[in-house]
C-alpha cells in the first residue's frame, strides 16, 4: 500500500508533457502544471495563432501568460527526489524504431494509443484523454496508430482528403472539388469506401463460391483417377489372360498392348492431376485472395482503403475446368472387346485389327471427350444438374419468397421489404443467389396464369418498367415464356413461338462456355422446346416472372 500511495504522489508532480517529475514547475491560469522548459515548447509552437492553450484541458488564454516558478511545486518535487522515486514506472511502453510515436511527448516518446485523422497526430493513452473528455473532439475519427497519417493531406492545398473523385479515381480535398476537379463525379470518402466494401463482399462470395466449385472439381477429378486405373487395371489383367491363349506370334501383340494401355492410362492420370494442381493452386490463391480483402475490410482508414483497394481486388483469370466430361465407367474395356475378337482369327485378324486396338486405347480422354455435345438423355443431363436459391434482394415487392428462397409467389399485397438497388420495382420478377457458369441444369416447377423462365446477366436494369428490366425484353436476358396452351421464346424484345408439349415443369439446360442454352418441357419424357447458341459475355443468374396473384414457381430440388 506504501508503494502504491508514492506512486499516486509521483503521478501527481509529474508533467503531462514529458511526463516525468516536474522540473522547474510552473502552474499556468487553468491549474494546471507543467516543466517551464516544456510548456514554453508547446506554446512557442501556437505563436502564429497566438492564442494560447492547456495540453490537458483545452482552455485558451489570450495574450501568452507570464510564467513564474511555483516555489511550493519546486520543494515538494525535490522532497519526491530524497525519497528515491525518481526512476521512471516500470509498466511504461516506450516507442521503439519499429512503433508509432506519441507525438505530444518530449524526451523518451510512449508508443502511440490511437491516430487521430482529423488532427492528423498521434496519441498516447494520457495525451489522448482531452478526445475523451472534451466535446470539442467528439466527431474526430480515431484508428489504430499509422505512420501514414500525412497522406491523408493534399499536397496542392494543404487540407484533410476527405473527399474521393471518381472520374480521376484519387482521394482529394474539399479545395480540389472546387478547384481542377470541378465538374468531377465526387464523393465523399466515407461514402465511396461504402460502395467499395459492397463491391469487396460480392468479390468475397465471388471467391468463396469459386473456392467450393474448384473443391468440388478437385475431388471429382480423384474420382475418374481412381475409376480410370481400375479400369485400365482391368483392361490390362484380361488381355493378358486372352494373350496367354495366343500362339507366340501374338506373344508381342500382348506386349504392344500392355505398354500402350498403360502409356495411355499414365498420359490422362497425368492430364487429370495437372489440372488438379492448377485447381488447387487456384484454390489456395483464392484463399490467400479472400484473406487480403478480408484485411483490407476491416481496414479504418478511408483513404488507407481505397488507395489499397484497386491493387488487392483483383483477381487473376480462373482455370478452365468447363470441359470436364464425367461419362459412364468404360473406358478400357473395349480393349479387351477387341482382343477377345482378335484371339478368335487368328493371324489373319491380328494384321487386320492391331490399327483399330491401338486406336481404341486412345480414344480413352476423361477431360475433352464429348464436351461441346448436349447430354442426350435425363440421366445425362442431370449430371449437371445444379440446386438454385432466389435472392430476397432481387425480389419484387409483391413477390414472396418460401421453401429456403426456393419458390416465389405473387402476393395481392407488397411485402415490406427493405430497399435495395437489385431490387426489380416494376416486375414481378426475382434473381438466383447463386451464378449460373460451366455446364448446368436445372427445373422449374410452375402453377397459375403465366410464367417466364430466364436467365440474365447481372447488370439488367432493376428499376422502371421498360423494355430494360423485363426478362426476354433486352439483349441482356433470355426467357421462355409459359403459359397453359402455348410457349414463347423471348431475346431483346423479339418473340419466337415454340412448339412443345404443355407441362408444368420446365428444365433449362446451360453450357456457359459453349454458348448453349436449351429449354426443355418435362413430364414423363423430356422434350427439347428450344436451344438457343451464342456467345455468353458475362455470368449468368436464374430468374423467373410471374404474371399476377397466386403464380408460383418453384426451383425443383433433382436427384
Same mark, same amino acid.
Given at each position: ?15 503531462? @508533457? ?20 516544456? %510548456?514554453?515548447y508547446f506554446w512557442d509552437g501556437e505563436d502564429k495563432k497566438e492564442i494560447y492553450s492547456c495540453p ?89 496508430? !499509422? ?20 472520374? =480521376? ?37 465471388? %471467391? ?30 484380361? !488381355? ?83 470441359? %470436364? ?40 480422354? %476423361? ?13 445425362g443431363i442431370l449430371k449437371y444438374s445444379r440446386e438454385i436459391t432466389l435472392d430476397p434482394n432481387t ?22 421489404? !427493405? ?40 447488370? @439488367? ?54 454458348? @448453349?442454352?436449351?429449354?426443355? !418441357? ?28 397466386? =403464380? ?8
Amino acid at each position: 500500500m506504501a508503494q502504491q500511495g508514492a506512486q499516486l504522489d509521483r503521478e501527481n508532480f509529474s508533467c503531462s @508533457i514529458c511526463l516525468d517529475l516536474l522540473k522547474d514547475p510552473v502552474t499556468i491560469p487553468c491549474g494546471h502544471s507543467y516543466c517551464m522548459s516544456c %510548456i514554453k515548447y508547446f506554446w512557442d509552437g501556437e505563436d502564429k495563432k497566438e492564442i494560447y492553450s492547456c495540453p490537458q484541458c483545452r482552455q485558451t488564454f489570450t495574450p501568452r501568460p507570464v510564467l513564474m516558478k511555483s516555489t511550493m511545486l519546486a520543494i515538494l518535487v525535490e522532497q519526491l527526489k530524497k525519497t528515491g522515486l525518481q526512476a521512471a514506472p516500470a509498466d511504461l511502453c516506450y516507442a521503439g524504431p519499429e512503433d508509432v510515436a506519441c507525438d505530444f511527448c518530449t524526451g523518451r516518446k510512449l508508443k502511440a494509443f490511437k491516430s487521430c485523422l482529423v488532427c492528423l497526430v498521434s496519441y498516447c493513452e494520457k495525451h489522448l484523454q482531452p478526445h475523451y473528455e472534451s466535446a470539442k473532439f467528439k466527431k474526430h475519427k480515431l484508428v489504430d496508430p !499509422s505512420e501514414k497519417l500525412q497522406e491523408n493531406i493534399c499536397s496542392r492545398h494543404d487540407e484533410v482528403m476527405k473527399m474521393f473523385c471518381r472520374t =480521376d479515381q484519387q482521394n482529394i480535398c474539399y479545395l480540389c472539388s472546387v478547384d481542377e476537379h470541378k465538374g468531377h463525379d465526387t464523393v465523399s470518402a466515407a461514402a465511396e469506401r461504402t460502395e467499395r466494401q459492397r463491391e469487396l463482399e460480392v468479390s468475397r462470395l465471388n %471467391i468463396q463460391q469459386r473456392i467450393q466449385d474448384r473443391e468440388k472439381d478437385v475431388k471429382l477429378l480423384q474420382q475418374e483417377v481412381e475409376a480410370l486405373s481400375l479400369s485400365a487395371d482391368k483392361a490390362v489383367d484380361d !488381355s493378358e489372360k486372352i494373350f496367354t491363349q495366343l500362339i507366340r506370334l501374338l506373344q508381342k501383340r500382348s506386349s504392344d498392348v500392355k505398354q500402350q494401355i498403360r502409356s495411355q492410362q499414365e498420359t490422362e492420370v497425368s492430364r487429370v492431376k495437372e489440372l488438379q494442381e492448377k485447381l488447387q493452386q487456384e484454390i489456395t490463391e483464392l484463399k490467400r485472395k479472400d484473406a487480403e480483402l478480408k484485411q483490407l475490410s476491416h481496414t479504418e482508414d478511408h483513404n488507407q482503403f481505397l488507395q489499397n483497394y484497386p491493387s488487392v481486388s483483383q483477381l487473376s483469370e480462373p482455370t478452365d475446368s468447363s470441359s %470436364i466430361d464425367i461419362r459412364p465407367l468404360r473406358y478400357f474395356e473395349d480393349v479387351t472387346a477387341a482382343v477377345s475378337e482378335l484371339r478368335d482369327k487368328l493371324q489373319d485378324i491380328m494384321t487386320e485389327e492391331w490399327t483399330n486396338i491401338s486406336l481404341t486405347v486412345t480414344e480413352v480422354d %476423361i477431360l475433352l471427350s464429348d464436351s461441346k455435345s448436349e447430354p442426350k438423355t435425363r440421366a445425362g443431363i442431370l449430371k449437371y444438374s445444379r440446386e438454385i436459391t432466389l435472392d430476397p434482394n432481387t425480389a419484387h415487392k409483391s413477390v414472396l419468397l418460401h421453401e429456403g428462397n426456393r419458390k416465389a409467389e405473387v402476393m395481392a399485397q407488397q411485402m415490406s421489404y !427493405s430497399y435495395h438497388p437489385e431490387r426489380f420495382t416494376n416486375y414481378n420478377q426475382v434473381l438466383s443467389r447463386e451464378s449460373v457458369t460451366g455446364r448446368c441444369y436445372w427445373e422449374v416447377e410452375w402453377r397459375g396464369s403465366r410464367i417466364c423462365v430466364a436467365v440474365a446477366y447481372k447488370n @439488367i436494369s432493376r428499376a422502371g418498367g421498360t423494355n430494360e428490366c423485363g426478362f426476354g425484353k433486352n439483349d441482356k436476358s433470355w426467357a421462355l415464356r409459359c403459359d397453359t396452351k402455348s410457349y414463347e421464346f423471348w431475346f431483346n424484345n423479339i418473340k419466337t413461338l415454340v412448339l412443345g408439349p404443355g407441362s408444368s415443369r420446365v428444365g433449362v439446360y446451360l453450357d456457359h462456355r459453349a454458348g @448453349i442454352l436449351s429449354f426443355y !418441357s418435362v413430364s414423363e419424357t423430356m422434350t427439347l422446346l428450344h436451344r438457343v447458341q451464342t456467345t455468353f459475355t458475362q455470368p449468368l443468374y436464374a430468374g423467373v416472372w410471374l404474371n399476377s396473384a397466386g =403464380d408460383t414457381a418453384e426451383f425443383c430440388k433433382l436427384e
